[in-house]
């Protein structure tokens, strides 16, 4: 038996003043917010049940194999003060400040101040832009301000502790102690400082409309800066522990965010719509826990993204014409045939090893991602479509074994009649773990993808209403039907199936989309 209760509310209470006079208006907004989450949880298991409809009601009779329990409690308080000021409808200023609380930060660190400022301008209503009547809107932005981030598990700064039995005398007595680094998930380190991860942003932008609003969308030129980013960091086993939650350097990230909205094509019941979307950005490590020094054990490098892969590079698969070159490095202790996996001597020493020999392959954040939606409309009928890509980044998967036990997919592997580059030979001997195994694990990702195809059907205002019914639709889709396009042909990126970090900082990609087919009808009363 397990049950478990999750609670949670959130309050907001919230003032509005709004005054004019003249060519002036202003706006305050008072907010003050409270929000709650507990998650309470036991379990208790039993074996040997005098009759199956005993169940759970009667576990005094038996002996428990089992019981636990958890209970996770968090709390985040807010105030916030924000003041609107317009003059003439076209001069616009925005100030805000918020003071946030988050439970699960540590004692002293809890509480901290996150103020902003925006500005913004309505070019289409000055006097020198009454003549561009092809222009509807035109609006610059421009804003500064920070943003806290406390997400992190609840009791994070208290550390934990680890269950133990220890033998007395004939008996095993139950225990805890703080830490074992040879657990599979030790307990981390408890960290008394540990506070909020703050990010400065700058932002430019542009509004607009034109052509009779036949064309619209928005650009946004964006930099900030991030600083005691909240990691889960690995420090050495020495102490006890393996890991800890920290407040760890800086890091910056620059970028464009574009929207575009068209029609198209107007004419008479045919209508097309097309919207566009597309973000660039680029994030780099500024410092860390010691200043400019790359941190190797959690793959965080100066200048590169936070999340890199970071390994040997395979450059291909040892041939028997390589044999001159082969002894050069088993002479010095390794011990190379042809058929193993060839990675890229980086100090050209004539020796591979982790510690000189490794590089930053490339991030998992790809460079840039789009969307496009089309929608044609006529009469009643609509059809859609949305296209998404995303491009320029790493996936972790597609190491291959090699002992031949399991099934596998098809893969062009090395053979003296077959001297490909792709695969090592099959090798019973090695588990399925050839030499440099997770260097084939780093698959380019890049993809242009069929997200959603829809067909819909509104039933007639007229009939709608005899049917006591304001609108009603009816309609079929197919959710990631197929590819357009992919870098990679046997595993998929699309992060909606599947790619996750998986705690130590390598991004796995599932194999393959889940497609499907929806069908379903849309009623407002």
């Not at 003439?88 to 004692?107: N, P, V």
């Not at 610059?140 to 220890?166: C, E, K, M, S, W």
């Not at 889960?232 to 990230?253: D, E, P, R």
Request: net charge negative; glycine share 8%; charged share 20%.
């Amino acid at each position: 038996v397990k049950p478990s209760q999750n609670f949670s509310y959130t309050l907001d209470n919230l003032i509005y003043y709004d005054k004019s006079f003249g060519r002036h208006d202003f706006g305050l907004t008072l907010l003050q917010t409270a929000s709650d989450s507990r998650f309470e949880e036991y379990s208790m298991t039993a074996e040997n049940l005098e009759w199956d409809e005993q169940r759970w009601y009667a576990f005094g009779l038996n002996d428990l194999k089992s019981k636990g329990s958890t209970y996770r409690r968090t709390a985040l308080t807010s105030y916030m003060g924000r003041l609107n000021y317009g003059f003439a409808g076209k001069y616009l200023l925005t100030l805000s400040g918020r003071w946030d609380g988050a439970s699960q930060l540590a004692d002293g660190h809890k509480w901290d101040f996150f103020p902003s400022a925006a500005a913004g301008w309505r070019l289409e209503q000055e006097p020198f832009m009454q003549n561009a009547s092809w222009i509807n809107q035109l609006k610059l932005r421009a804003g500064v301000g920070t943003t806290g981030n406390a997400a992190i598990d609840a009791y994070a700064t208290q550390g934990g502790i680890a269950h133990i039995f220890y033998p007395f005398f004939s008996n095993y007595e139950s225990g805890y102690y703080a830490s074992d680094y040879m657990l599979q998930n030790p307990p981390k380190m408890a960290n008394k400082e540990l506070g909020w991860e703050k990010t400065t942003q700058i932002n430019v932008g542009i509004d607009f409309s034109v052509l009779n609003n036949r064309v619209g969308g928005a650009i946004d030129f964006y930099q900030s800066k991030t600083n005691d980013l909240l990691m889960n960091m690995s420090i050495l086993s020495v102490t006890g522990y393996t890991s800890t939650f920290a407040n760890v350097g800086k890091t910056s990230n620059r970028g464009i965010d574009v929207t575009l909205n068209t029609r198209n094509l107007v004419q008479g019941d045919f209508l097309w719509n097309t919207d566009l979307t597309f973000s660039a950005n680029k994030v780099k490590i500024e410092e860390l826990s010691k200043g400019k020094e790359d941190d190797i054990t959690n793959f965080w490098f100066i200048g590169e993204d936070i999340n890199v892969a970071y390994d040997y590079e395979k450059i291909g698969i040892w041939q028997t014409s390589d044999a001159a070159e082969m002894a050069k490095y088993n002479a010095n202790g390794h011990t190379y045939e042809a058929g193993d996996v060839k990675v890229r001597d980086l100090n050209g020493d004539d020796k591979i090893d982790a510690n000189n020999d490794r590089k930053v392959l490339g991030s998992y954040n790809p460079k840039w991602i789009a969307g496009m939606t089309n929608t044609f409309q006529y009469k009643e009928l609509e059809l859609s479509f949305f296209i998404y890509a995303r491009w320029g980044f790493l996936m972790n998967g597609g190491a291959a074994d090699m002992q031949g036990l399991y099934q596998s997919r098809n893969i062009d592997y090395w053979r003296a009649d077959n001297p490909t580059n792709d695969y090592p030979k099959a090798d019973y001997n090695n588990g399925g773990q050839p030499l440099y195994y997770s260097s084939m694990n780093y698959q380019e990702g890049s993809f242009i993808k069929m997200r959603n195809i829809s067909l819909g059907y509104y039933l007639p205002k007229r009939l709608a209403s005899n049917l006591g019914i304001s609108s009603a639709k009816v309609y079929v889709q197919a959710v990631n039907p197929f590819m357009i396009y992919s870098e990679c042909d046997f595993l998929d990126g699309d992060l909606t199936n599947g790619y996750v970090n998986d705690g130590n900082n390598n991004f796995r990609a599932t194999s393959v989309s889940t497609k499907s087919w929806v069908v379903g009808i849309n009623l407002a009363f």
